[in-house]
């Protein structure tokens, strides 16, 4: 964990920047001005557990970044081709749409409509 003081418009903002397993970067900054005190980190909330899957695939489709589960184009069973869309997830007010890597077909998909997802998270998984 590495501490930062940061200068805006004159308030000075400690910020604390934390290095998660996953090698994603969180930060966070004090909501109001400080002077030279230590900012406390929330600790970041546990991913969703994934739901039950039939019969997993053996590949993976992955986000690729934070966000909200959109829209489920796909359905357990159905043929899909290398970059066509599974999984729309929504992050910062746009849909991105996360693509089958090859050929397969849906073998599970592990989360709902309205889920938060981390980046890395396994959406689905083909055969």
Known sequence: MKS???TVNGNVYDVTVEENVGGVVAA????????KAAAPVAPKAAPAAPKAAGAAGGI??????????????TTVGQ????GDAVVIIEAMKMEIPVVAPQDGTVASIDVAVGDAVEA????ATLN
Request: aromatic share 6%; glycine share 10%.
């Open 4 to 6: 930062y003081t940061i």
């Open 28 to 35: 966070a900054p004090v909501a109001a001005p400080v002077k």
């Open 60 to 73: 993976k489709v992955t986000a690729g970044a934070a966000g909200k589960v959109f829209q489920i184009p």
């Open 79 to 82: 043929a899909v081709k290398a």
């Open 120 to 123: 890395g998270a396994v959406l």
